[in-house]
């Protein structure tokens, strides 16, 4: 699954890399996790950022929330899952990020924080799906998830699965309401173990209220007490 990820760039960044405009103010973020409102952009406005919450309320909920939001739904399953079917269908979206968490297991109680980011550090895209519904007080809101798949050799060596990251040149294909399942189906691959790096990060991830730079730092391998040293 993925249930931590990073977009520590700047606005304009954002902006010049995906050639849409933001109106919301924008700080980097460098801990995203579920339930908390950020950039994607949609099918529906691919000119622009929208602001949207992490974790679906499905459409099957009928106007009401459920006790589970989905944060991760499987690419490979996607077409067979009514709860997504229409959303696969209607409404994709783009998930900026640089980079995204998992964590290793190290005995049985030791789990290592990684990121993993493309090999130039540069921002990418998640495959997304996004869900419109209205609350119990009649408000609407708008939330997303992000598509995974099996891991690639790097990510595969730390966790059994990897969101889908889109390549830059399919990002259209993917936002396009005309794009044919097939067409669909086929950006859904796994993304090349050599286009990517990682490395060990603080544990100071593993606290969803901890957002800051020092989160990405590079940090040296856990030792046999589990204790970690910053490096610099």
């Known amino acids: 699954m ?4 990073s977009l520590s760039k700047s606005k304009l960044e954002l902006e010049e890399r995906y050639q849409a405009e933001m109106l919301e103010a924008f700080d980097p973020r460098y801990n995203i996790a579920p339930t908390q409102l950020v950039p994607v952009i949609t099918s529906d406005s691919p000119r622009g ?3 949207f919450y992490w974790g679906i309320t499905p459409e099957f909920s009928k106007n009401k929330p459920v006790s589970q939001k989905f944060i991760n739904a499987r690419a490979e399953t996607i077409t067979e899952k009514i709860s997504f079917k229409s959303s696969f269908e209607k409404r994709r979206c783009l998930v900026p990020a640089d980079g995204f968490f998992e964590w290793k297991k190290v005995g049985k109680k030791i789990r290592v924080p990684y990121r993993f980011t493309l090999a130039d550090e540069s921002l990418f895209s998640f495959a997304g799906l996004w869900e419109e519904y209205e609350n119990e007080n009649g408000i609407i809101q708008h939330t997303f998830l992000i598509l995974t798949t099996s891991p690639n050799g790097l990510v595969a060596d730390v966790h059994d699965r990897m969101p889908v990251i889109i390549k830059k040149e399919d990002e259209k294909k993917w936002l396009d309401k005309y794009s044919s399942e097939d067409t669909l189906l086929d950006i859904l691959k796994i993304y090349p173990a050599d286009g990517m ?5 603080s544990p100071l991830v593993n606290h969803v209220g901890n957002d800051s ?3 990405l730092r590079k940090t040296s391998p856990m030792d046999q007490f589990g204790n970690y040293t910053l490096f610099g």
């Open 213 to 215: 730079p020092q989160i």
């Open 2 to 5: 993925c249930g931590r990820y």
């Open 197 to 201: 790096m990682s490395y060990t990060v």
């Open 49 to 51: 950022f929208s602001h």
